[in-house]
């Protein structure tokens, strides 16, 4: 089985100069994706559909995400990481170029699929990428660096494209997004080291416990996505029930969410690496607390426990941002034969736990309330963190040599 091998030495400085830029990546791919949030009616408009069949769009590329990663990443195991990266990004650009130019739904809909096919592409090798970047000891905080990007994605780039796409047009923000795409693209080509993938000597455990690591992973990933999605869904009604108001309010809660997010990267970064376990357990902890909280509040007259909303609104971004961190860095804590295929699996669990959430979330909103949403949402989350916390081999207490083996 292949594994990832970096040929050439890195240049003095370079490794932060390579995460930030595929952080950009991570920053670009996040904003393209939810592009359709901020700017519904104008697309509905548009396109002439209806709102529900834009919202669609993000529900077809989380499916499509889910469906195409694992035989795309087969089709790409043994390519360089370098042009692996480059290319998914470069599909990025041209995704969006091809949005900006639709001439109808369908269209749309085929160039959003473009996006979505190299998406789960990217998110599989981008991690073991920036592990392999890193030196021993710093690979939790390479990869924080790069999810860093995501929580930017939600402070500015999605209210800037919304605000670009209300000013100038959907289409202008679309490509715009292509035109930084092909650019982060071409510096990737530039910054990064080839990165050849070549065959691995080590034997595979025969009995089974890898995969079952992985299977244990890919339950508490979808456990917790699954929960966070069901109520992040519903965010605005969390906001309405919680403060008793919308429109700006919502907005500066969106921007403390996304604020708190980017303390919650720092902080992870900070203590992954010599706490993994204690990392992902205290990340759960606190999204499931921060859900309690919520639900604590939306139960009440509107707007009488504002201050506790406040603060269940701004530890779910702290926490749950540093979620992916901890359980995509365990995916490659333990040694594997090929890190890449088993990030992709994690992927996959990801993705259908967000369209999943979407879908289940909206049954549960229109027959019972927003209480019982969170509510469900916690013991969702909640049942991740016992997972975690169960599966001692899977999440180890001690940062393990694999992530430099990845290098």
Known sequence: MPRQTTLGTTAPGS?????????????????????????????????SVSESSVGLLLTFYAYGVAAMTMPLMTFVHRWPRRRVVVVTVAALAISQLISAVAVGYPMLVVARMICAATHGVFWAVVAPVAASLAAPGKQGKAIATVYAGTSLALVAGNPLSAALGQWLGWRTAAACIGLVSAGIAV????????MRVAEDKKPVAKNGTLDRSLVLICVATFLAVLGHFIAYTYFSLLVDRGLGSM?????????????????????????????????????????????????????????SLAVLA???????????TTVPVCLQSSVLATPRADPDRASAIYVVAFQLAIASGALVGGVIVDRSSIAVVTLVAALLVASALVTV????????GQRRTALAEVA
């Open 15 to 47: 490794t932060t100069l390579r995460l930030v830029v595929l952080a950009a990546a991570a920053f670009a791919y996040v904003t393209a994706e939810t592009l359709p949030v901020g700017l519904l009616p104008e697309i509905s408009a548009d396109m």
């Open 389 to 396: 916390a169960l599966a001692r081999g899977s999440f180890p």
């Open 310 to 320: 406040i603060l269940g609104i701004a530890l779910w971004g702290f926490a749950f």
């Open 247 to 303: 429109g700006t309010t919502l907005t500066v809660m969106l921007l403390l969410y996304g604020l708190s997010g980017v303390v919650g990267i720092w902080v992870v970064g900070k203590t992954f690496d010599r706490w993994p376990r204690r990392s992902t357990i205290g990340a759960l902890s606190a999204v499931t607390a921060a859900l309690l909280l919520l639900w604590t509040t939306v139960q009440s007259a509107p707007g």
């Open 187 to 194: 510096t990737l080509y530039f910054v990064l080291p080839v």
